[in-house]
T-cell receptor
Framework: DTAVSQTPKYLVTQMGNDKSIKCEQN?????MYWYKQDSKKFLKIMFS???????INETVPNRFSPKSPDKAHLNLHINSLELGDSAVYFC?????????????FGPGTRLLVL | AQSVTQLDSHVSVSEGTPVLLRCNYS??????LFWYVQHPNKGLQLLLK??????LVKGINGFEAEFKKSETSFHLTKPSAHMSDAAEYFC????????????FGQGTTLQVKP
């Protein structure tokens, strides 16, 4: 009955590889997000989708491509992984798009690029 | 542009004593403000939020925060710390527009000593 789930929880890979992280929410929310938390624990938004439509696209290398097959899923594909991509990636969802909406976070995916 | 500054990177208290985590924000409009908590190797959980209703906001686990527009502050308090409160705390402000973008502070690590 996990509200926001992510797979995998841990991901260790070599530079240059391509990898995907999956996110699913069973809360019936319209809006989903991807955040990156760096080694200093700083959190920054990467993308958001509302009803499968891309809303937020921060200054993220185009090696990162989000995909939302339906409003319950938001996946993140990363091409040509680099050392600097090592971080914790969090998925979140909110009932609808808006500044006052509570966002519910997943447990995170810890990515280590060697 | 919206921004948020957490004034202490690390706060240490004894169990049973009050907790104060300080946060100042900058916003060109009336913002929504949040406090999230992150326990080690976990996702983020909402403690409380302010969205232009009562300025004193009560949250979970005995935490509360007061929105002070004149001081542009949103400090988090708890009367009596518990060992389980040891975690990373993030003050967050909503971004401009209605996209749902959240801007995170740098985080404050709360240590609770027995």
């Amino acid at each position: 009955d996990t509200a926001v789930s992510q797979t995998p929880k841990y991901l260790v890979t070599q530079m240059g590889n391509d990898k995907s992280i999956k996110c699913e929410q069973n809360l019936g929310h319209d809006t989903m997000y991807w955040y990156k938390q760096d080694s200093k624990k700083f959190l920054k938004i990467m993308f958001s989708y509302n009803n499968k439509e891309l809303i937020i696209n921060e200054t993220v290398p185009n090696r990162f491509s989000p995909k939302s097959p339906d409003k319950a899923h938001l996946n993140l594909h990363i091409n040509s992984l680099e050392l600097g991509d090592s971080a914790v990636y969090f998925c979140a969802s909110s009932p609808r798009q808006g500044g006052g909406e509570t966002q519910y976070f997943g447990p995170g995916t810890r990515l280590l690029v060697l | 542009a919206q921004s948020v500054t957490q004034l202490d990177s690390h706060v240490s208290v004894s169990e049973g004593t009050p907790v104060l985590l300080r946060c100042n924000y900058s916003s060109s409009y009336s913002p929504s403000l949040f406090w999230y908590v992150q326990h080690p190797n976990k996702g983020l959980q909402l403690l409380l939020k302010y969205t232009s209703a009562a300025t004193l906001v009560k949250g979970i686990n005995g935490f509360e925060a007061e929105f002070k527009k004149s001081e542009t502050s949103f400090h988090l308090t708890k009367p009596s710390a518990h060992m389980s409160d040891a975690a990373e705390y993030f003050c967050v402000v909503s971004g401009s527009g209605n996209t749902g973008k959240l801007i995170f502070g740098q985080g404050t690590t709360l240590q609770v000593k027995p």
